[in-house]
C-alpha cells in the first residue's frame, strides 16, 4: 500500500500529524495554507501506480461487463470516461443485464455516487485556495481510491499530492482498462470465472487499512460493517451504502481523540 | 442503454462530485466537521465490500465471493502488497468458484 512505504515509523505519524494537520487547516481556513508538511514521497508515488494498475483490471471486467449488457465499445468507454465512479457504472450496467428498467439502474447507480459527494466534503479543505477550474477538475477524480490515500496522508500537501496522484493514476488505467475490456472482452471470457468480482473490494480492504491505526477509524469501519449487513435485507441497493456513512458519527461522539488515545501502531488490527 | 442515459448518468454523477468539493465552502467544513468528513472513506469502504462480496440482491449469502474476502482481509492485516491481496483475492473466488 502507498501508505506502508514510509517505514514502521509512519503509523504514529499518520495518527498524531493527522490530527494536528486538520485542526492547522481548520485554524487558517483562508488562501492557500501554508506548506508546512512534506510532500509525497517517491515510494508511495510509485505504489499509487501499482494501485492503478490493479483498478486497470477492474476496469477490463467493467468493459467486458458493459459490452455483454449490450452497450456499444464507445458507450462503455464513454461511460468510463465521464461517469467515473466504478461502483455505479459496474450497479447501473449489472441492473440492465439483469433486464432491470432504466429507471432502477438510475437508481442505484446514483445512491452509490452519493458517497463522492460526501469524498468532496472530505477534499475541500485540502483543495481549498485553488482556483475555481483546478477544482473543477479535481471534481472529476473525487473518488473512493483518491480520497481514500489522500485521507490518509499526514498533512495538507501529502495530501493534495497523493489526491491527484491516485486520481489521475485511477483515471488512466480504469479508462485504458474498460477500453481493453469492451474491445477484447470475447478473448476474455467471463470475468467472475476469473474472479474479477472479489478483486474490486478486496482492493477496498487494502484501501481502508490505513484508516484502521487510528480507533475512531476502526470504530468508524466496524459501524460501516455493520450499517450495511443490517440495511442489505431491508433497503434498496445503495442505500445501505449511503446509511454506513452515520457511522462516523459514533466514531467521533464516542472515541477519544487519537492524539489522546491513539495506539502506538496498527498492532491493534483489523475491527 | 442509450446515449441520454449515458449521458444524463455522468451529469448527474459530476453534478455529485462537484457539490462536495466544489459546492461546499472549505470553511464550512472545520473542526468536528473535517474530522468527521476525514472518517467517511473508514466508513463507507467496508460497507462497500459487504454488499459487494456479502451480498446478492437484498440477502447476505456467503459464496465463493467470501472467500476471497477472507484472503484479502488476512493479507491486508499482515500489509501484504496491494497486488498480492487483490490477486490472491480474486484467484481463491475463481477457484472455489470453479470447485462448487
Same mark, same amino acid.
Request: net charge neutral.
Given at each position: ?48 501506480w501499482v494501485l492503478g494498475a490493479a483498478i ?216 | ?16 462530485? &462537484? =457539490? $462536495? !468539493? ?5 470553511? @464550512? ?6 474530522? %468527521?468528513?476525514?472518517? *467517511? ?12 462480496t456479502l451480498a446478492a440482491d437484498r440477502r ?5 465471493? &467470501? =472467500? $476471497? !474476502? ?5 493479507? @491486508? ?6 497486488? %498480492?491481496?487483490?490477486? *490472491? ?12
Open positions: 500500500m502507498a501508505h506502508d512505504s514510509s517505514g514502521g515509523g509512519g503509523a504514529a505519524a499518520h495518527e498524531f500529524g493527522g490530527d494536528r494537520v486538520a485542526e492547522g487547516a481548520g485554524r487558517a481556513s483562508g488562501p492557500p495554507g501554508e506548506p508546512l508538511d512534506d510532500p509525497l514521497d517517491p515510494g508511495a508515488r510509485r505504489a499509487i486497470g483490471v477492474f476496469g477490463v471486467s467493467f468493459g467486458v461487463l458493459a459490452t455483454t449488457a449490450g452497450l456499444t465499445v464507445a458507450q462503455a468507454c464513454a461511460m468510463s470516461l465521464l461517469v467515473f465512479t466504478g461502483a455505479s457504472q459496474f450497479a447501473a450496467v449489472g441492473v440492465i443485464a439483469a433486464g432491470g428498467s432504466l429507471g432502477s439502474a438510475f437508481g442505484s447507480a446514483l445512491l452509490l455516487a452519493a458517497r463522492n459527494a460526501a469524498y468532496g466534503v472530505a477534499m475541500a479543505p485540502t483543495m481549498a485556495g485553488r482556483s475555481l477550474g483546478r477544482r473543477l477538475l479535481a471534481a472529476q477524480i473525487v473518488i473512493d481510491e483518491s480520497t481514500a490515500i489522500a485521507t490518509a496522508q499526514p498533512g495538507r500537501v501529502a495530501r493534495e499530492h497523493a489526491f491527484w496522484a491516485t486520481g489521475l493514476a485511477v483515471f488512466v488505467c480504469w479508462n485504458a482498462g474498460t477500453a481493453l475490456g469492451a474491445v477484447a472482452g470475447d478473448a476474455i471470457g467471463d470475468p467472475e470465472a476469473l474472479g474479477l468480482d472479489a478483486a474490486f473490494p478486496a482492493g477496498f480492504v487494502a484501501l481502508v487499512m490505513p484508516h484502521l491505526r487510528s480507533r475512531r477509524g476502526r470504530v468508524a469501519a466496524a459501524g460501516g460493517a455493520l450499517v450495511a449487513l443490517v440495511l442489505v435485507p431491508l433497503a434498496p441497493a445503495g442505500v445501505p451504502i449511503v446509511a454506513a456513512a452515520l457511522a462516523v458519527v459514533p466514531a467521533v461522539l464516542f472515541t477519544p481523540s487519537p492524539s489522546a488515545t491513539g495506539p502506538p501502531d496498527g498492532g491493534g488490527g483489523a475491527a | 442503454m442509450s446515449w441520454w442515459a449515458i449521458l444524463g448518468l455522468a451529469v448527474a454523477a459530476y453534478a455529485l462530485k &462537484a =457539490a $462536495g !468539493l466544489v459546492g461546499v465552502g472549505a470553511r @464550512a467544513v472545520e473542526g468536528p466537521a473535517l474530522r %468527521l468528513a476525514t472518517l *467517511l472513506p473508514a466508513a463507507l469502504l467496508p460497507a462497500l465490500v459487504v454488499v459487494n447476505l449469502v456467503v459464496d465463493a465471493r &467470501a =472467500a $476471497g !474476502l477472507a484472503v484479502a482481509v488476512v493479507l @491486508a492485516w499482515r500489509r501484504a502488497p496491494f497486488v %498480492l491481496i487483490v490477486g *490472491l483475492a480474486a484467484a481463491t473466488t475463481a477457484l472455489v468458484r470453479a470447485a462448487g
